[in-house]
Structure formats: structure tokens, C-alpha cells
């Protein structure tokens, strides 16, 4: 399964500790709209999903925005992964993501207020750093489970960075999921590495600000991004570490 993620900009007011572009959040570039359309006309039917992330994707004006959702409409679904830091910029025919990680990320209560606000079905993911191991599971559903327009839950594993150099035991992961899968909420949600595990190997390409496509590796567990040729789309392959590796049934 190879999945194409647009960065529009890497803008973002976040900065998160765990987030691999965190030193990229104060450029403001935003990809240029005759390279995105010209990338996609070639390459699209190449990719079985594609995802518009950040950065912050609802920094960019509302015009300029619309603009790209527009492009990426002529070629794909439109599936878009937001920290939710505004209401604003929501497309009619998209599909919302909403990155939630609790006290793992600033000014998380903004984001809170904004999901509790948030007009259109979305879906939820939560990153599981070690901050999120803080909670117990139960309380994290059950929170979540009082949003009105909530879809869809996905755990999503967490990779090392260079700012945040611990990692996750397999263990740790277990005993996390077991206890999720022990909570009694009606709360949809899946196990992101669920599909590495069962033979539907994910791989990530990741098409940045200045027009550039780069495939998703891992050096020692840590997340890089390796530039690559557009014709070798659909050649390469993700490395995922093996500590996310999980059976589920």
C-alpha cells in the first residue's frame, strides 16, 4: 500500500517535542500549485491513499488553501491530518483527521475546544509517545467518547526523532492495547500497524514545500525522510522497525 502525504507547509505553532519536523515549524513556504498539479497529473494513480498534512494545514490563508484542496480533488479523495488549531479553512468534501495527544502537545485545550466545535465527522489519531502512556486507556476513550462528531479512533505508533531519542517497548504496547481493547465504550478504533503486520506492508512518500518527493526510512529507529527520483515511486519501500510490528486479532 503506498501512501502519498502532501506537506503544504511545514508551518505550525506547535513545535511539539516528539514531532520529526519540529525545526521546519517556522517556515512559512507553501508549495507551489502548477508543481502540485503537475505531480499529481503524472504520479497519482500510483498511490493507493493521499493525505494533505503539515505542518499546519489550516495556517494557509483560506484562498490559497481552497486552491490546493481543489487540486488535489481532480486526482484523489481528499483525506487531510490537522492539529485542529482552528475552526476555519474546513472543506465541504473533505476528510478530517484530527491529531489528539493530550498533554503531549501545546496548547492541547485549544485543540480540545476546537474538536468539541468542529462542525464536519472526523476521525481522531493519537500518537503513542511516552507522554500519552502517562494515561490509562479508559480514561483516554472514555474522554474522546464524549466528542459529538468523532468517527473514528487510530493509535498510531510512535518513532524516535531527534529530539526525542527514547522509544517504546513492545512490551509497553501490549499492555496498552490490551487495555484498550478491555474498555466497554461503543468508540470505533484501530491499531495503525495492524496492516505492516499482516503482509499489507505501508509505504510512506511524502511530497514537501518546494515540490520534492522523499521516501519515509528509519536509520536505528529513527523517522528520516530520503529524497527520491518520482520514477522510483512505487520501487521503494518503508523500513519499519520492528517494535511496532504487533499482531493483532
Known sequence: ??????????????????????????DNSIIDLEKLDSFLEK??????????SGGEPSLIPTNKLNEIYNVVLKYSNLNIKTFSI???????????????????????????????????????????SPMVFKFYPNKVLQMLNTLPNIKHLTFRPFFKTEFVRSNIRVEEYKKFINAVEQCKFNLKYTISFDDLFYGK??????????????IVRFNNEMRTEVKINP???????????????????
Open 86 to 128: 482552528s475552526t476555519q479553512n474546513i472543506h465541504p468534501l473533505a476528510n478530517y483527521d484530527i491529531s489528539y495527544d493530550f498533554i503531549a502537545r501545546p496548547r492541547y485545550k485549544e485543540s480540545w475546544a476546537n474538536m468539541l466545535e468542529f462542525p464536519n465527522k472526523f476521525d481522531v489519531s493519537i500518537t503513542m
Open 43 to 52: 504520479y497519482s494513480k500510483k498511490f493507493d491513499k493521499i493525505i494533505i
Open 1 to 26: 500500500m503506498d501512501i502519498l502525504t502532501i506537506v503544504p507547509t511545514y508551518a505550525c505553532p506547535f513545535k511539539c517535542n516528539f514531532c520529526y519536523n519540529r525545526n521546519k515549524c517556522d
Open 201 to 214: 506492508q505501508i509505504n510512506e512518500y511524502v511530497l514537501n514545500p518546494l515540490g520534492d518527493i522523499n
Open 231 to 249: 520514477k522510483e515511486i512505487g520501487k521503494c519501500e518503508t523500513n519499519y522497525p520492528e517494535n511496532i510490528l504487533i499482531c493483532q486479532n
